[in-house]
C-alpha cells in the first residue's frame, strides 16, 4: 500500500486521498489553473467470470497538486446501464479517456475509445463539461477521417492547435488528425503513419508530447493486455513524417516495458525538461487490481528520449536543482505550458520575458501581458524583460501591481507611464493612454545604468 505517498513507487498500490485505491486505468492527465486533473477508466467492479473485461463503470477524475496526493473527483462520465443501446453501457467499451480545454469555448473536451466488447465497432467517442470535474456530457461517437478507431489520446500544441491520435485500418497504422477549432470533431488535416502489417508489431496506445519543438510518440505493440516492447517516433511537425526511433524504455524487463503499456506522457509544470511517462501494469484477471507506473522521461544531448526503472523516486527532483526553481521564462502566451508555469512560479523569485524566445513564441506584447497575468495569480513581484523587442506593449498595470519590479535587461529601456509599461523604442510610436495608478512611478528608466 501507498497510503498518502511522498515519494512515487512504480507499481504499488496507489491510494486517492480518502485511502481508496486509485481507478483511472488508461488514462491521461490535464493541467489546468494550477490543478492537475488525471482521467481514467474506472474498473472498480469484478471481472464478468471467465472473462479478461470488467463491465464499464464510467470515467473517474481525480485531483492534485503535488502529482502523489490525489483527490477522488468522482466518476465524470458514468456508464448508462438503463440503455442497452447507448454507447456507454456498461457491456460496451470505453477505454483510454483523455481530457483537453478548449481556450476558445471555455469546454472541456474528453476523447475516448468506444468498442463493443468484440472490438468491431471501433470508433471515436466524445464528452464535453464546462468545469474540469465534470460532470461531461457524452456527444457521441465517430470515425475519423472514415477509418476505424482504437486506442486514442488526444495532444495539444502551444499554438491551441489539438490533434486525435488514434489506431487505425485494423491495427495497421496510427492516424493523427487536426481536430477542429472547438475539439468537437475529428475530419480535418490528417496523415497516417507508423505503419506495420498487423498485430504484434503495430502500434497502439499512443502518448504524445513535445520537447524543444519537437513532437514525440510513444507506443506499444498489439497484445492486448500482455506486456510488449515500447516503441518512440519524432516528428517536427504533428501532420509530418514520423521516424521511428526504438524502444526508450531502460533496466530489467525493459523489453516487456517494465510489465505494463503507456498511457500518457505528462509535462511537469515548471519543470525543465520534466516528463512523466504513466503506464498501466495490466491485471487481466482482476483488472480493478491493475497499477501504474509513473517514470520519469530522461533525454541524451541529442534529444533521445530514454525511460530508466526506478523503484522509487520523488517528484520534486523533477523541479528542484533545475533553473526552473530560481526563475522562469515566460516565453510563449496562453500555452499549456505557460499555465503550468504558473504553479511552480509561486516558488520562483522572478519571471523572466523573453519576446524572441523560440519560433511558437506568439509575439513579445501578449507574452509580456502574460508575465503580468503570471504575476498577479502568484504572487511573483519581480518581472525581467530579456533583450528582445517589445514592441508597442501597452500594459495594464493596476494597484494590485504598485510593488511589481519590472526590469529589464541591460541596454534595454523601458518607460512606465501611468498604468502602462512601454518599452523605449516602440516602432509604433506611444499610443497609449495615460492613466495614473496610484504607486506606480510614471517617467522611464533607461537600465544602463
Ligand atoms: C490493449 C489496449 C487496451 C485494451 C486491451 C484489451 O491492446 O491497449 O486499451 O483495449 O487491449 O484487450
Redesign the pocket.
Known amino acids: 500500500m501507498n497510503p498518502s505517498p511522498s515519494s512515487m513507487r512504480p507499481g504499488a498500490v496507489w491510494c486517492d486521498t480518502d485511502g481508496q485505491p486509485i481507478q483511472a486505468h488508461?488514462g491521461g492527465v490535464m493541467f489546468h489553473q494550477g490543478v492537475y486533473y488525471w482521467y481514467g477508466e474506472n474498473k472498480d467492479v469484478p471481472n464478468m467470470p471467465g472473462t479478461?473485461r470488467v463491465e464499464v463503470v464510467g470515467v473517474s477524475c481525480y485531483s492534485s497538486r503535488d502529482l502523489l496526493n490525489w483527490k477522488n473527483e468522482g466518476v465524470v462520465l458514468p456508464a448508462v446501464p438503463d440503455d442497452p443501446d447507448s454507447e456507454l453501457h456498461p457491456l460496451k467499451?470505453v477505454?483510454?479517456p483523455k481530457v483537453l480545454h478548449n481556450a476558445r469555448t471555455g469546454k472541456f473536451v474528453m476523447w475516448m475509445?468506444i468498442d463493443e466488447i468484440g472490438?468491431q465497432y471501433a470508433r471515436a467517442g466524445v464528452a464535453v463539461a464546462d468545469r474540469p470535474e465534470g460532470p461531461f456530457t457524452y456527444l457521441g461517437s465517430v470515425r475519423p477521417c472514415d477509418a476505424d478507431s482504437?486506442?486514442l489520446t488526444v495532444f495539444q500544441d502551444d499554438d491551441g492547435a489539438a490533434y486525435l491520435v488514434t489506431g487505425v485500418l485494423w491495427h495497421s497504422a496510427i492516424q493523427i488528425v487536426r481536430l477542429s477549432d472547438d475539439y468537437l470533431r475529428a475530419d480535418g488535416e490528417f496523415v497516417r503513419v507508423l505503419q506495420r502489417p498487423g498485430p504484434p508489431t503495430a502500434r497502439?496506445?499512443p502518448a504524445v508530447f513535445k520537447r524543444r519543438g519537437r513532437y514525440y510518440l510513444v507506443s506499444?505493440g498489439?497484445?492486448?493486455?500482455k506486456p510488449n516492447e515500447a516503441e518512440y517516433a519524432v516528428a517536427d511537425r504533428m501532420l509530418g513524417e514520423w521516424t521511428t526511433q526504438g524502444n526508450p524504455c531502460t533496466g530489467p524487463d525493459a523489453e516487456l516495458t517494465f510489465h505494463a503499456?503507456n498511457t500518457h506522457v505528462l509535462p511537469v509544470a515548471g519543470g525543465d525538461d520534466a516528463f512523466i511517462v504513466m503506464f498501466d501494469r495490466w491485471n487481466p484477471h482482476n483488472l480493478r487490481d491493475s497499477r501504474y507506473v509513473w517514470l520519469p522521461a530522461e533525454f541524451s544531448e541529442a534529444g533521445e528520449l530514454r525511460i530508466p526503472w526506478r523503484d522509487e523516486w520523488s517528484v520534486e527532483m523533477l523541479t528542484k536543482g533545475s533553473p526552473m526553481a530560481e526563475t522562469v521564462t515566460v516565453d510563449r502566451i496562453d500555452s499549456r505550458q505557460a499555465y503550468a508555469e504558473g504553479e511552480v512560479l509561486r516558488k520562483t523569485s522572478a519571471i523572466y520575458v523573453n519576446p524572441a524566445g523560440s519560433d511558437d513564441c506568439e509575439g513579445p506584447v501578449a507574452t509580456l501581458a502574460r508575465a503580468l497575468e503570471i504575476a498577479r495569480s502568484t504572487g511573483v513581484r519581480r518581472i525581467v524583460l530579456q533583450a528582445g523587442r517589445y514592441m508597442d506593449v501597452a500594459l495594464q498595470l493596476g494597484p494590485q501591481d504598485s510593488d511589481l519590479v519590472i526590469e529589464a535587461a541591460e541596454g534595454e529601456t523601458v518607460t512606465l507611464v501611468g498604468g502602462h509599461v512601454l518599452t523605449g523604442w516602440t516602432d509604433e510610436g506611444d499610443d497609449c493612454i495615460a492613466c495614473p495608478v496610484p504607486g506606480v512611478r510614471e517617467g522611464t528608466r533607461d537600465f544602463r545604468s
Open positions: 488508461g479478461e467499451v477505454e483510454r475509445h472490438y482504437r486506442d497502439e496506445s506499444s498489439t497484445t492486448g493486455w503499456q
